[in-house]
């Protein structure tokens, strides 16, 4: 008989990523005391300063956690996890300079020692992940992350599970065998996996080899034959899952839930709820009016320019689309010449566009047309980052042609965006161009975190604003 560790395998990830945890907090931690020791050759630090390291650590947990560099499925991703180390470190050095600005401490602290020590930090964050990720992957070689799992259910609802999950299932997905009522198919396949008998077969095979998951697929009516199966594996140290049979694959099934004590599927969540609104909505806030304050003279600037580039208004109104399809009025600085806009259409700016002024064509390469919509999110019709609104016309168009199109509107549109710091900007010239928008649009609602935020922002002054594509 076959002997199994007691931790499987296909829990190694997790494990790993639970060592992480504690040995970034270590690694910040000794870093600064280390640091401190280079620049004062002794690490009798002051209350002051440890006060300082205390503060980083506690961030450090909450933003790396938010940053979420302790997903099981991100730690083989190294691209993934160096920009999310990035965005989570960078996330506490800058509140710790936020907090050393508005408490008037900053200039208590040696400047040499907080350079060395966040830089240091960074530098073994970064090798720290590329072990990791060369860990997983030698991991991969071995076979060690794979699940191993069987489906019970030999009847219809089994076989089309089995079906199914040979063909969309993930690699790291093992189908060790199908298990029924009986033995009576034993030795035949389906799918290519291979029938083995019966739960009892089941219960002896999960005894000689190592096994993670059971699946069990049965009609709804099958009660009784259910209670009898589950009756039967809690005995086995294994996750029991159960697949719901007349649900369709393509429903986006997030979790399970109790109302009333019985089990719900949960289908679709609010994005933003309790704190997290208070939150997206005081950052907002807040980032909004840091922004303005410095900006308001180059605004003063931009109006000036226009007004002697063409006639008509500084600012430009548009009706578009916001948080759950209700109509608001955009701000803008103008960029095109004031012609009459046609009746029931919005033309889309195009290379070369005649309309453009010259001035706007500066505006639009830069995305500083879009500064007045500062004032949108002061207002709460707006936040700072989100999907980017369209204009009316343009919503009606696409919400006929795109699935999923209007989900976009679950949350505030916003000045940047997902989709923006990755490229997808300027004109929507094809349904596909703006297909691909819609999808980084739904992934930020999806994903949204503080730290996602801070990371678009981050990302912004480089890609997300001047492109070649912003005509």
Do not use: C
């Not at 208590?108 to 907080?114: A, D, K, Q, T, V």
């Not at 505006?363 to 002061?378: A, I, K, M």
């Not at 999808?439 to 949204?448: R, S």
């Amino acid at each position: 008989m076959r002997l199994t560790s007691p931790i499987l395998t296909a829990d190694l990830q997790t494990v790993l990523a639970g060592l992480l945890r504690v040995v970034d907090l270590v690694l910040i931690l000794a870093i600064g005391f280390a640091t401190y020791w280079l620049r004062n050759r002794t690490v009798d630090l002051s209350e002051r300063d440890l006060a300082a390291l205390a503060v980083a650590g506690l961030l450090s947990v909450i933003y790396l956690h938010m940053a979420r560099l302790y997903d099981g499925e991100r730690l083989g991703r190294l691209n993934v996890q160096l920009v999310n180390v990035a965005a989570g470190w960078g996330g506490v050095v800058l509140t710790l300079l936020a907090i050393g600005y508005f408490t008037k401490t900053s200039a208590n602290f040696s400047r040499i020692w907080f350079a060395t020590w966040f830089a240091g930090t960074f530098l073994m964050l970064v090798l720290l992940r590329m072990g990791a990720a060369a860990l997983i992957e030698y991991w991969r070689f071995k076979g060690r992350l794979q699940t191993r799992a069987v489906v019970l259910g030999a009847g219809e609802a089994g076989r089309r599970l089995v079906a199914y999950l040979r063909q969309h299932g993930s690699p790291g997905l093992s189908l060790l065998g199908l298990f029924g009522d009986s033995s009576a198919g034993f030795g035949r396949e389906v799918a290519g996996v291979p029938e083995r008998g019966s739960v009892d077969d089941l219960l002896a095979f999960a005894r000689r080899e190592r096994l993670d998951e059971v699946l069990i697929a049965v009609p709804w009516d099958a009660s009784d034959r259910l209670r009898d199966w589950t009756h039967k594996l809690q005995t086995l140290p294994v996750t029991v899952k159960l697949y719901p049979e007349n649900v369709d694959p393509e429903v986006p099934v997030r979790g399970v839930s109790f109302v009333g004590g019985l089990p719900m599927l949960d289908i679709y969540e609010r994005p933003l709820s309790g704190w997290d609104v208070v939150v997206k909505t005081v950052s907002d806030w807040l980032l909004a009016a840091l922004i303005l304050i410095p900006a308001l003279p180059l605004m003063g600037v931009i109006a000036a320019a226009i007004r002697l580039d063409s006639p008509g208004p500084v600012i430009f109104r548009q009706q578009r689309y916001g948080f759950n399809n209700n109509v608001i009025t955009v701000l803008k600085f103008r960029s095109m010449r004031n012609d009459p806009a046609p009746a029931d259409t919005v033309p889309q700016a195009t290379r070369d566009d005649p309309r453009v002024t010259r001035v706007g064509r500066f505006l639009r390469r830069t995305s500083l047309d879009e500064l007045p919509q500062l004032f949108n999110v002061l207002a709460g019709q707006m936040a700072l980052i989100g999907p980017r609104p369209h204009a009316v016309a343009h919503n009606r168009e696409y919400a006929e042609i795109i699935d999923g199109y209007l989900g976009r509107h679950k949350v505030r549109p916003g000045i940047t965006g997902w989709a923006q710091v990755n490229g997808l900007r300027g004109e929507t010239d094809t349904p596909e161009k703006m297909r691909m928008r819609v999808q980084y649009d739904l992934f930020y609602i999806d994903n949204w975190s503080p730290l996602f935020d801070l990371k678009i922002l981050f990302l912004t002054p480089f890609v997300g604003f001047v492109h070649r594509h912003a005509y």
